[in-house]
């Protein structure tokens, strides 16, 4: 079974194989009021790129976490096949922002792609490289990332099965982005469906929707809730 944790914002956390992965780790504090930082230990750590909201790996260390970033290539961390392909955090092919290392995950049967903080529409030849994840895990807050439309076009041209956004502004976040109901605007011809919990679990490939299908998970707010 692979289970996939949102810990808001863009941190992720793939469970399988009783092995822990997380991606892009934040504080909690630092982005929003009452978000909480992941509640969890990993045995590994991948970064997509080294800013303060993407790059808290403190927060979930142990002793013999693993950690990596901007790691591009064919890698393996535990039962996790791990790719990463440099692309850019701006439209500018990185001039602006810099680059990001997004990261394609095969954990058994399944594959996930994380987006990081991609700036602009995948060209064909990132797509190619990329192929066909099952599940694609796409910034859609704009602002510092590509427009949600952009978002949206990018991961339905890839055949994502199951298309999770993150990256975006809710109560209380402190960061100028888009909320996510601009994305669900565009996105209005796709099955959506809203989860209560902040988990996806998958115990085979029967379990993926049939069509592309945008799962949004909740967010993972502190006692109080959101402010």
């Not at 039962?79 to 990261?103: C, Q």
């Not at 209560?196 to 049939?210: C, F, H, I, W």
């Amino acid at each position: 079974m692979l289970r996939i944790v949102w810990w808001g914002h863009a941190c992720f956390e793939l469970i399988y194989e009783d092995k822990r992965l997380v991606i892009d780790p934040h504080d909690g504090g630092s982005i929003a009021v009452n978000l909480p930082p992941p509640r969890t230990k990993a045995d590994y750590v991948l970064v997509t790129h080294p800013h303060y909201d993407h790059d808290a790996v403190e927060t979930v260390s142990k002793e013999g976490t693993a950690i990596v970033r901007a790691r591009e290539g064919e890698f393996q961390l535990g039962p996790f096949r791990i790719k990463g392909i440099r692309l850019p955090h701006d439209e500018f092919e990185g001039r602006v922002r810099g680059m990001v290392t997004a990261y394609l995950i095969e954990a058994g049967p399944f594959s996930v792609l994380h987006l990081g903080d991609l700036g602009r529409p995948l060209t064909e030849r990132e797509m190619e490289s990329i192929g066909s994840p099952d599940i694609v895990l796409v910034p859609v807050g704009g602002v510092y990332t590509l427009h949600p439309a952009d978002a949206l076009e990018s991961v339905t041209k890839m055949g994502a099965r199951i298309v999770v956004p993150m990256h975006y502004w809710f109560p209380g976040c402190q960061l100028p982005l888009e909320p996510l109901e601009i994305f669900l605007h565009h996105a209005r011809r796709l099955r959506v469906v809203r989860l209560e919990s902040n988990q996806l679990e998958l115990r085979e490939r029967d379990d993926l929707p049939p069509e592309t299908t945008v799962v949004v998970l909740k967010i993972p707010v502190g006692e109080k809730g959101p402010k």
